[in-house]
């Protein structure tokens, strides 16, 4: 069941109903690497969180990291400019969970029952479980102007995203769906092509309060710079096994600190 506070911020049609049957998406997931839950948040719940992330954001950590598509060591047997090693950059602004006060919707939505295992059952994961260190289970991400996320594969192999604020103009989504280990490996011609800007990613339409799901560790992906205003991400991080904390050093890179 659904608690009265979360049904007064929901969407309509996000009723008890809607959560009890999250095995209806999985398909869809699985075939277009992406869910989109338009309007997840209503106008009340999200002049709730625009106001509350605002009111959070001198407290966030900005960071640059640099690092290549495969988030992974460089690998000596590939040239420095190959797909391979390539070097991605991402800047963004961070607030770590627990600078998230404990009676935020944030909150409530993260440690809902109904709501987790909606995502079990979508995901097809038999449990999903909070990061074990304090830092890592809700994030608020800002991107001001000129912050982006470089191209790259996640290492967890889904990911679920709210976005409170949406910028003017850039911080779009551009991913290419389930195009890792085709043939068992990576293929580096295609990444380069996509480095290369020489094809077209799938673009996503996103707005404020949608509520997105996808499978970042097949389908490489990017959000490209801001232009103009200020775009607010929150990410629900999730692990399927119980105790497990963010590594020390993705820690110090987003947050700054790793407890
Ligand atoms: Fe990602």
């Known amino acids: 069941m659904i608690p009265t506070d979360l049904k007064d911020i929901l969407g309509d049609t996000y009723n008890d109903y809607f959560f009890n049957n999250g095995r209806k998406y999985s398909k869809i997931l699985e075939s277009e ?16 969180l625009q106001k509350e992330a605002a009111d959070l954001k001198y407290l966030s950590y900005q960071s640059s990291s640099k690092y290549n598509v495969y988030v992974s060591e460089y690998d000596n047997s590939f040239p420095d400019d190959s797909p391979r090693n390539r070097i991605m950059s991402t800047s963004k602004k961070c607030l770590p969970n627990d600078l998230i006060p404990s009676d935020s919707i944030l909150q409530t939505l993260y440690n809902s029952k109904a709501i987790r295992s909606f995502f079990m059952d979508l995901l097809n994961k038999k449990e999903l ?13 800002y991107y001001d102007k000129g912050d982006a996320l470089g191209w790259h594969f996640d290492n967890s192999d ?8 949406n910028c003017e103009k850039g911080g779009i989504y551009e991913f290419f769906n389930d195009m890792r280990y085709k043939d068992g490996k990576e293929d580096y011609n295609f990444v380069e092509k996509i480095l ?48 497990i904390p963010l590594s020390e050093e993705s820690r110090r890179t987003f947050f700054g600190r790793i407890k």
Do not use: C
């Not at 338009?38 to 709730?48: A, V």
């Not at 479980?129 to 991400?141: K, Q, R």
């Not at 889904?158 to 604020?165: D, E, M, Q, R, S």
């Open 129 to 141: 479980f909070p990061y074990s260190d304090p830092l890592s289970s809700i994030n608020i991400n």
């Open 158 to 165: 889904f990911t679920i995203t709210l976005l409170i604020k």
């Open 33 to 48: 690497g992406i869910l989109i839950f338009n309007s997840f948040i209503n106008r009340k719940g999200l002049i709730n």
């Open 196 to 243: 290369d800007k020489k094809v077209p990613g799938t673009k996503v339409k996103s707005f404020e309060g949608d509520l997105m799901i996808f499978k970042g560790n097949k389908s490489i992906h990017q959000v490209t710079a801001v232009e103009k205003g200020e775009r607010i991400l929150v990410t629900f991080n999730y692990n399927e096994i119980e105790g």
